[in-house]
């Protein structure tokens, strides 16, 4: 038989207690009840029998959303870490090329592997951190197990799976979902810019990812193309949680994210809360929809310098192409008073969301339908490295084709 949630042969002792359905493991087993079971479950220790799942966050779901939209689907965070068997790093042998271990990422802190499982015989990324590495970038060993804390316990189909970690006296591995399609960063060069049809797509993909962290009062921080990874039927899931944090009803004050997609709030150096998720939010559509950032610099070379007088000044100039239901949703997400800026609940409420619900574009149950199927990438360990700075690189690809 095959699992409902991944179509992954099932295991007969995972069950659904209420439809008896089959699942391959228990994360999708509580995927399928989150979605199918709102009104009577409610999870507790009785419940199952050993092997026993973790916990909802306080012991329940989450309440129903006083937003009606086909974009929204819930997730939950797990009281406890809770790890599969299957992803132990005993059961991964890596993929090779020239009889080398496949590199698809590199940063200060480490190298992202290619690895197959033996189990399922997929493909996952598996993240090496040298812990004198992360002292030297100034990054304290208490943010890194902040990050596994937080990403470990979300399950969201939006949000990249920490699977698994394993601490050694000098090192972490992390088992993660493997983006078998590249990051949207590519994706929108290789395009130049996106259709508003396409850009629509993964940009209520990664709000819906946003509007539940910010429901289970989390904010991310670090919202860019480079973030967010591409997957089978058109599906995008936010990835990268070094910066992100519990905010505990207090406001923020670290500098902190990507110069292009931060708020005024930041580079003035005030408190700030969840309306900054909103403001990346933002320069995300723009850039989706007209190939690059609003605030970006003029000059062949970066400079943060300008980027951070560019968000001051505050010019925002659009195509004569871009929709007025779409410049009307950037220029709510990109207001400089943050409160006049658009929570991520009036996202769903906007005219540009209201637009494709009309024209009945939306699918939430199933394949994503859109103009172009993503292609898989070609990984090769000669192939030519898209470089970017950025201390945090979240599983970025090389490509074996040439860059446009």
């Excluded at 030519?384 to 979240?394: L, P, R």
Aim: hydrophobic letters at 35%.
């Amino acid at each position: 038989m095959e699992c409902l949630n991944c179509i992954n042969s099932t295991l007969s002792d995972i069950n659904c207690p209420f439809c008896s359905k089959s699942f391959c493991s228990f994360s999708c087993l509580e995927t399928h009840m989150i979605c199918y079971h709102q009104s009577t479950h409610n999870l507790k220790n009785n419940i199952y029998e050993k092997p026993k799942i973790s916990r909802i966050h306080n012991n329940k779901l989450p309440k129903a959303s006083s937003i009606s939209s086909p974009y929204i689907t819930y997730g939950f965070i797990a009281r406890n870490l809770i790890y599969e068997k299957k992803y132990d790093l005993d059961n991964f042998i890596p993929e090779l090329e020239y009889k080398e271990p496949i590199i698809i990422g590199s940063g200060s802190y480490g190298k992202v592997y290619l690895y197959r499982n033996i189990i399922d015989n997929k493909l996952y990324a598996i993240k090496h951190m040298k812990k004198m590495r992360l002292l030297r970038s100034l990054k304290t060993l208490s943010g890194i197990y902040e990050e596994i804390y937080i990403q470990s316990r979300i399950f969201h189909k939006n949000i990249v799976r920490l699977l698994y970690v394993k601490e050694n006296c000098d090192s972490f591995d992390l088992v993660m979902e493997f983006s078998n399609k590249g990051s949207l960063f590519f994706y929108i060069r290789e395009r130049n810019y996106l259709t508003e049809k396409e850009s629509f797509n993964f940009f209520s993909q990664i709000a819906n990812a946003v509007y539940f962290l910010h429901k289970n009062d989390l904010i991310h921080r670090d919202i860019k193309p480079e973030n967010i990874l591409l997957f089978d039927n058109n599906i995008c899931k936010l990835c990268d949680f070094g910066w992100c944090v519990k905010l505990d009803g207090k406001q923020r004050s670290t500098f902190c994210g990507t110069a292009e997609y931060m708020s005024p709030e930041i580079v003035n150096k005030l408190d700030y809360s969840k309306e900054i998720d909103v403001w990346s939010l933002g320069i995300l559509l723009y850039e989706m929809v007209h190939g690059y950032s609003p605030f970006r610099p003029k000059k062949e070379n970066f400079n943060a310098k300008e980027v951070i007088d560019n968000i001051k000044i505050h010019d925002l100039k659009f195509s004569i192409f871009i929709s007025e239901e779409c410049k009307e949703l950037i220029c709510h997400l990109l207001d400089e008073n943050k409160k006049k800026r658009y929570k991520i609940e009036d996202i769903f409420n906007s005219r540009f969301f209201k637009k494709y619900e009309e024209k009945k574009l939306f699918f939430p149950e199933g394949e994503k339908k859109m103009d172009s199927e993503i292609k898989p990438l070609k990984l090769n360990n000669n192939s030519k490295k898209n470089n970017i700075n950025n201390n945090n690189y979240s599983l970025y690809l090389y490509f074996s084709q040439k860059k446009k």
